[in-house]
């Protein structure tokens, strides 16, 4: 089994910052990709921004204002989020490409996270 635990979501003022972290835990023999996506209601989740071997992606979005980084040693990627806008309200999902240790490959999902930021 493997799990992915956000945390770091919450309530912030325009213009302050959060930081999101996702741990990966369980039966993993590697993780490629991870990453952050976030949804709006009645919405498809968005990809916020992406890391895989060191190479990073970002929505237009958020480019200048959020870090995404990687602890390969703790299985574990963050989402620096600067200058938060009112409209970077959302529910963000972690997400991992992770090969189990029985040598199976499939996508991952965190349990999402609130972020809110007040104007």
């Known amino acids: 089994q493997v799990q992915l635990v956000e945390s770091g979501g919450g309530l912030v003022q325009a213009g302050g910052s959060l930081r999101l972290s996702c741990a990966a835990s369980g039966s993993i023999f590697s993780i490629s990709r991870m990453g952050w996506y976030r949804q709006a209601p009645g919405k498809q989740r968005e990809l916020v921004a992406a890391?895989?071997?060191?190479?990073?992606n970002y929505a237009d979005s958020v480019k200048g204002r959020f870090t995404i980084s990687r602890d390969n040693a703790k299985n574990t990627v963050y989402l620096q989020m600067n200058s938060l806008k009112p409209e970077d309200t959302l529910v963000y999902y972690c997400?991992?490409?992770?090969?189990?240790?029985?040598?199976?490959?499939?996508?991952?999902w965190g349990q999402g996270t609130q972020v809110t930021v007040s104007s």
């Open positions: 997400n991992a490409f992770i090969m189990t240790s029985s040598g199976r490959g499939s996508d991952y």
């Open positions: 890391i895989t071997n060191g190479r990073t």
